[in-house]
C-alpha cells in the first residue's frame, strides 16, 4: 500500500504568514508523529497523537504551533505568524500502534519563511 | 528518558564491516533501542530493533550487552549506498503517556571506495 505522504513537498512563504502542512498517515496507522529537522542536524520531535488524541505537547516550540488530527487519520500541523527560524523540513511519521513500534516516515516538506 | 550519545561521524571503505555504538546510560527497563538511517532530502528508514543480546536482519545486526547501556549497530560489508546519517533512538513503550522522543544528532558515515 502506499507510504506516507506529506503535502505540501515546498512551502515557501513570508515572515508573519500562517502555513498548513499536511500528513496523510498509512492507512490503518493509529500513532502519528511530527519532527522537525533543520538543516543538517538531527531530528526534533514535535507531537505524537494515538488516535486523534495527542498526550504530550510540549515538545511544540512555541504557542504559535499547533496541530491536529481528524478521523483518526490526517493530520495537519499549523504555524501561525510564521518566523525565520520556523524554516526546516517538517517530517510525519506513523507506525501501527504507536510505543515501540517502527515509525514510517513521509518525505518531509520543506519550510522556508523569507 | 532515556538519552543517546553517538560518535559525530565515521569514515571506512567498501567491503569492510562497520560497527556504531550508541550510549544510553539510564535506559529503563521498559526501553527498546531501534536504529534508523537516513539518506539526504529522505525521511528516516527503519534498520533494526532490539531489547536485548543480539538481533540480526537482512541488513544488520544489533548487539545489546546484559547491562544495556550501549548498543552497538553493525553493517556487515559496507557499500557506498550506505552513506547515511544513522540514529539511535531508545523508545519507551509507554511513552504515550508523557515522553518525548528524541533522535540524537545520529552518526555520519562517509563510505570511500
Known amino acids: 500500500g502506499a507510504g506516507v505522504s506529506q503535502s505540501p513537498s515546498n512551502k515557501v512563504t513570508e515572515k508573519g504568514k500562517d502555513v498548513e502542512l499536511r500528513c496523510d498517515p498509512i492507512?490503518?496507522?493509529?500513532?502519528l508523529y511530527w519532527y522537525r529537522q533543520s538543516l543538517g542536524q538531527g531530528l526534533e520531535f514535535l507531537i505524537y497523537?494515538?488516535?486523534?488524541?495527542?498526550?504530550?505537547k510540549s515538545g511544540l516550540p512555541s504557542d504559535r504551533f499547533s496541530a491536529e488530527r481528524t478521523g483518526g487519520s490526517v493530520s495537519t500541523l499549523t504555524i501561525q505568524r510564521t518566523q525565520q527560524e520556523d524554516s526546516a523540513v517538517y517530517l510525519c511519521?506513523?507506525?501501527?500502534?504507536?510505543?515501540?513500534?517502527?515509525?514510517?516516515f513521509g518525505p518531509g516538506t520543506r519550510l522556508t519563511v523569507l | 528518558l532515556a538519552k543517546t550519545t553517538q560518535p559525530i561521524s565515521m569514515d571506512s571503505y567498501e567491503g569492510q564491516e562497520v560497527n556504531i555504538t550508541c550510549s544510553h546510560n539510564?535506559?529503563?527497563?521498559?526501553?527498546?533501542i531501534t536504529w534508523y538511517q537516513q539518506f539526504p532530502s529522505q525521511g528516516p528508514r527503519f534498520i533494526i530493533q532490539?531489547?536485548?543480546t543480539k538481533v540480526t536482519n537482512e541488513v544488520a545486526s544489533l548487539f545489546i550487552p546484559a547491562d544495556r547501556k550501549s548498543s552497538t549497530l553493525s553493517l556487515p560489508r559496507v557499500s557506498l549506498s550506505d552513506t547515511a546519517v544513522y540514529y539511535c533512538?531508545?523508545?519507551?513503550?509507554?511513552?504515550?503517556?508523557?515522553?518525548?522522543?528524541?533522535f540524537g544528532s545520529g552518526t555520519r558515515l562517509s563510505i570511500r571506495p
Open positions: 492507512s490503518g496507522h493509529t500513532a
Open positions: 511519521a506513523s507506525s501501527p500502534r504507536g510505543e515501540a513500534d517502527t515509525q514510517y
Open positions: 533512538l531508545v523508545v519507551s513503550s509507554g511513552y504515550s503517556s508523557a515522553s518525548k522522543i528524541i
Open positions: 497523537f494515538q488516535g486523534n488524541s495527542a498526550p504530550d
Open positions: 532490539g531489547y536485548k
Open positions: 539510564n535506559i529503563a527497563t521498559n526501553d527498546y
